[in-house]
């Protein structure tokens, strides 16, 4: 397979420590800016005493909820969550009072002398409990409650369906909990802002989304947008934890107070844990109805997920949960229920995975018990049940060409760790067990009907006849920068190397939304590549100029020039390039994901991001050893396969499946945010565990190579399938391994130990 | 943290003499006193390698060394081994590999290899991944850094790729 994207265009510049993230911008004599957060989990403030913290030689600001100008409002769709809290607490990690000091010494020194008088309400941390009648209200006031959203979505007739179940049927039921689960991406938020003499707000930060970070600080402070100019350099890691609001707005009312200075605001790992959104914790119920012979009749259930006390997107990451409750599979009648539940635990938001880790570690657990009720091959049920391209999928939009969930199982399948697992587990050593799971995939793409999915690229001819592209969606390691980088250069004819490209800058970047849905490298690739044609249309006209060649189509773009094959001569691009005015070297195009074209009449309530017309499928195959005097669980096998498209570069989609099954597998194994009562024991990478290498196989993968007609060179976004598969894979491990039957994540040793009778057994 | 010191030591191959305070981070000294903010922070208590530095050969976290500790040692950071134009082997070896996703822990990881290979310069993959362990990486799941860190063995013991 074809590799057009190794090495990766930024690689050495991020090896050899020189590239430059929002992190590594402290410009000698910048102000540090840092909050005050409020430590309890629900309450009122009846005392801010700030007094001491500002005449702290050294401070050059303490702020407070009456310093801020504007709503005070932050918010992607709901406006729910202050910047600084007024008098309503609403969680630990809400900003209470922000500090702009001189030195991180005196900064600290500062916020420790802000004096906080909280009277505690009684808070509501259960989202079950927090959608009784009597529950404390976290917005007192709201219309709806602690209920922040709810959604139906259903097709043919699942009630009728189980009510007509007879004794040839097979029902398997069960409630399914996935966890709060942290970002952990290594460099933790921060930024620079500057409040220049021209009134402009210039800033640097490490966020998914500049474009729309500007309208949400201008909203929130009362500013005009077009006098925000935010810069977004390489990320340290993001998967959707920088995909809203984390030091902006804080750092944007600092670069007010303190006009003209520099000021740096850097999370602490800390502070990350404590005020950074988390994906949501959830409840799904689910109950799944099949014929003797495994064909899936009918599926119905509820999934509630915990937002925490702001909104974020929760909405519409419950809608893609529930888009995807039915799994890749073909059934005919469906009904779920979805409602999100205002709490006092920490934020729920957007990460990786978006509501379909929460939905998938369900459905495919329905499955597995469905196999067993069924005495069936846990693999070939999935098989069997497999949605095909021209079936509707569980809300009714037609699965696409390339809905190629068998294909994948079929790859897993043959592979020796699943056709030789029996002798595998029975060959296991003294006090190991053994077991293996295989389960099916599937993410959709795109922000979905309702929102439109756009980007616009800009690429630029130099003076110098080389070729400048303007990256408009944040790159926090998935390599889309790179990508587009190759993508130009092959478009254009050009080696890599006469490339290069610009990280977002809202200033010179046409817009072109934020880096998350697995959208990124499909809808700026679109774009890039009808601006990449625009130029070549160009530079064969202008070049004609030179050529005197009256039929420009006869012209070729060839490396560093546009040649007459007619006449032998050419142009050098420098030439064109020296020739041109900038307005004319410059090429701007754009594009829109294509949307479900007769969007089924259900999820009324979803007016964003519902239905999705696109889906990457997969299957992931997990094996475990399972130490039987300490209940430990050892991944030691995990294979992948995908169907996302053309394979652009086996190299990238390896990177993004290895990556995410990793976060995947903590999920399944390691990562539990210790939350009791809205406060979490996390605080540090020494009580919040991710993997590391000692706690990973060598993760294989297996990409279909496929086409999807509307991608960019035939691709689709593939950046968040690989993290469904290690969940529920585990868990079918562990019951093959030790009888336990999985219901929440992640998996502790205890639990095994006690599944296999004891640690002597 | 009034009182300063002299401080004289070896970065990166160069002798470098400057006044700070003792107390001082060697971290924060390293990126804003001299730039060189290869070296990042991740967590600042010890746990993540991301701010990993060479000391007289040694894998040492930068954000738990105070500047004292530096005095009259060679401290090796990513810069010091090689640049985008002249990467050493083993910075080639990330990028070539696709071990370099967010690149955020990169630095780090590369001179964790740098200490292991002048130990074992023929690790297998078990030894490369107990040499690692000790930097976390959020992105790769650890498979093409592994991968990184034989082909930067094989690529030093002059091995032909």
Same mark, same amino acid.
């Given at each position: ?58 401070? %050059? ?94 097709? +043919? ?39 220049? /003499? ?95 012979? +495994? ?13 925490? /006390? ?141 929102? /439109? ?42 080696? /890599? ?63 560093? %020039? ?55 499928? +997969? ?119 030790? +009888? ?22 | ?13 160069? *002798? ?5 305070? *003792? ?65 050493? *082997? ?72």
């Amino acid at each position: 397979m074809p590799d057009n994207l190794s090495p990766r265009a930024d690689a050495l510049a991020k090896a050899t420590g020189t590239e430059r993230y929002s992190a590594d911008e402290t410009p000698p004599g910048c102000l540090w800016a840092g909050v005050r957060r409020a430590g309890i989990p629900h309450g009122l403030i009846t005392g801010l005493d700030v007094a001491a913290a500002r005449s702290l030689p050294g401070v %050059a600001a303490v702020l407070t909820r009456a310093d801020v100008p504007g709503t005070n409002r932050q918010g992607i769709v709901h406006k729910d969550q202050p910047v600084l809290c007024g008098r309503h607490v609403r969680h630990c990690g809400d900003a209470v009072a922000l500090v702009v000091a001189e030195s991180r010494d005196a900064l600290a020194e500062a916020l420790s002398r802000i004096q906080v008088e909280c009277t505690p309400l009684p808070g509501v941390f259960d989202p079950e409990a927090a959608l009784l009648p009597d529950a404390p209200a976290v917005h007192p006031g709201r219309e709806g409650g602690n209920r922040l959203a709810y959604g139906l979505v259903e097709k +043919g007739d699942a009630p009728g369906e189980f009510a007509a179940a007879s004794d040839d049927d097979v029902l398997v039921a069960g409630e399914f909990h996935t966890p709060l689960q942290d970002h952990v991406f290594l460099e933790p938020p921060n930024g620079l802002a500057r409040l220049t /003499p021209a009134g402009l707000l210039d800033m640097v930060v490490s966020t998914q989304a500049p474009f729309r970070d500007r309208f949400e600080i201008a909203h929130a402070l009362g500013l005009d947008p077009m006098k925000i100019r935010i810069r977004a350099p390489y990320l340290g890691g993001g998967f959707g934890g920088k995909d809203g609001a984390t030091v902006q707005c804080l750092l944007a009312l600092a670069a007010l107070a303190v006009p003209g200075r520099f000021i740096k605001m850097a999370w602490s790992r800390e502070e990350t844990f404590l005020a950074g959104y988390k994906r949501h914790a959830a409840t799904v119920r689910l109950k799944l109805l099949a014929k003797r012979d +495994g064909t899936l009749r009918a599926l119905a259930g509820t999934m509630l997920f915990d937002a925490g /006390p702001y909104a974020h997107l929760s909405g519409e990451i419950m809608a893609l949960g529930m888009e995807h409750a039915g799994g890749p599979y073909r059934i005919p009648h469906t009904r779920v229920e979805g409602s999100c539940a205002y709490t006092n635990n920490p934020v729920g938001g957007a990460f990786r995975g978006f509501g379909v880790v929460q939905a998938g570690f369900a459905t495919e657990r329905l499955m597995d018990a469905l196999a067993v009720r069924l005495g069936r091959d846990p693999a070939g049920l999935r098989r069997q049940n497999a949605l095909k391209p021209g079936e509707h999928n569980c809300v009714g939009v037609m699965a696409e060409a390339g809905t190629d969930t068998a294909a994948c199982l079929d790859a897993v399948m043959a592979h020796p760790a699943w056709t030789g697992r029996e002798a595998w587990k029975q060959a296991a050593p003294a006090f190991t067990r053994r077991g293996t799971g295989l389960v099916a995939i599937q993410n959709a793409m795109g922000y979905g009907r309702g929102l /439109p999915d756009a980007a616009a690229a800009k690429l630029e001819l130099t003076r110098q006849g080389t070729f400048r592209l303007y990256n408009s969606v944040p790159d926090m390691g998935q390599g889309n920068a790179s990508a587009f980088v190759a993508m130009a250069a092959r478009a254009l004819g050009q080696p /890599p190397q006469a490339v290069s490209c610009v990280q977002p800058d809202t200033r010179i970047c046409p817009p072109a939304g934020s880096s998350s849905a697995s959208r990124t490298t499909y809808t700026f690739g679109n774009a890039l590549l009808r601006a990449c044609r625009a130029m070549r249309d160009k530079l064969l006209a202008r070049g004609a100029l030179a050529l005197l060649c009256d039929t420009p189509e006869r012209l070729e773009l060839i490396p560093g %020039a546009v040649s007459d094959p007619v006449t032998g001569r050419s142009v050098p691009l420098a030439r064109i390039g020296m020739m041109l005015c900038r307005d004319d070297r410059i090429c701007v195009d754009q594009y829109i994901m294509p949307v479900v074209d007769h969007p089924p009449d259900t999820g009324r309530e979803f007016k964003l991001g519902f239905p999705h017309r696109f889906y990457s499928y +997969g299957a992931c195959l997990c094996a475990v050893e399972v130490d039987t005097l300490t209940g430990t669980v050892r991944l030691v096998k995990c294979l992948l396969s995908v169907a996302c498209g053309r394979v652009f570069s086996l190299s990238g989609v390896e990177q993004q499946l290895q990556g995410a099954a990793a976060q995947g597998a903590g999920l399944a194994l390691f990562e539990d945010i210790g939350l009791t009562r809205g406060r979490m024991r996390a605080g540090d990478l020494s009580t919040y565990l991710i993997p590391t290498a000692l706690d990973l196989p060598d993760i294989e993968c297996l990409a279909l190579d496929d086409d999807e007609p509307s991608g960019p060179l035939g691709l689709k976004g593939m950046g968040e399938i690989g993290i469904h598969g290690p969940g529920p894979a585990v868990a079918q491990a562990l019951y093959d391994a030790t +009888g336990l039957w999985v219901r929440h994540l992640p998996v502790s040793p205890r639990e095994v130990l006690e599944a296999m009778g004891g640690p002597l057994s | 943290m009034s009182e300063r010191m002299e401080l004289s030591f070896t970065l990166n191959g160069a *002798p470098v003499c400057l006044t700070t305070e *003792p107390g001082r981070r060697a971290l924060d000294l390293l990126r804003e006193e001299f730039g060189l903010t290869a070296a990042k922070e991740g967590c600042g208590l010890g746990e993540c390698g991301a701010c990993s530095v060479l000391v007289d050969g040694e894998l040492k976290l930068s954000c738990l060394l105070l500047a004292a500790q530096l005095a009259g040692r060679s401290v090796v950071t990513a810069e010091g081994l090689g640049t985008p134009d002249a990467p050493h *082997p083993i910075q080639s070896a990330f990028a070539d590999c696709g071990a370099v996703q967010c690149g955020y822990c990169t630095p780090g990881m590369t001179l964790a290899t740098s200490a292991l290979l002048a130990q074992n310069p023929d690790p297998d993959r078990d030894a490369a991944r107990v040499a690692l362990s000790g930097n976390l990486c959020r992105c790769t799941g650890y498979v093409k850094i592994v991968d990184a860190v034989l082909a930067a063995g094989a690529a030093l013991r002059g091995e032909k790729p």
